[in-house]
């Protein structure tokens, strides 16, 4: 069996050969050179990487490979700890440009977003519990149904009242400086 030239296979094919000549030329079977396609197609970038930083390529290429967004950046951005690369990763994976790279990848390597869902519907009704509480947060955080972190903030409300008296005061001598400034002014204009 010879070997398929990938340079000479894609020159061909751009040419307008079909596959069936070029497994001709290559003498092996079509199955062979549509397997030797489907590698060039996963092969080449898709155009929303065009957008990224290199950094932001390494990036999202660590999120395809199965890392978390920590352990991503923590490769991408040679952090200098585990709590920078959190925060840049949290960062990082929020960005359109990365989801919409991420998601081209995904779609490339043939785990388009719908089989994604179906998987995670399969790990939803497994008889595994743990898996199914996997499934149910993972299900949870795509559809943002999480609510945003709430702080409690503590107000003391006799120090906001001594602050707005303090205010008052201090505009009330402002404006009573004012007013006889201004009487002492019309005085002094009127004459007698």
Known sequence: MKKINYDELQEMLKGGQSQADCARHFQVSEAAICKAVKRLKAAEMPASMEKLTKKEIVFVLNLAEGKNATESAFV????????????????????????????DIMAQEGIP?????????????????????????????????????????????RALVLQCEVEEKRLMEKLNAETARLIESKKNEQPE
């Open 76 to 103: 991408a951005y040679d952090c200098a700890s585990r709590d920078v690369a959190k925060t840049m990763g949290c960062r990082m994976a929020k960005d359109p440009d990365v989801e919409k790279a991420l998601s």
């Open 113 to 157: 977003r719908r089989r994604r869902v179906q998987r995670l519907r399969d790990l939803i009704e497994s008889k595994d519990l743990s898996a199914v509480s996997r499934g149910l947060d993972m299900s949870w955080k795509l559809d943002g149904s999480y609510s945003p972190e709430k702080h409690d903030v503590i107000v003391d409300i």
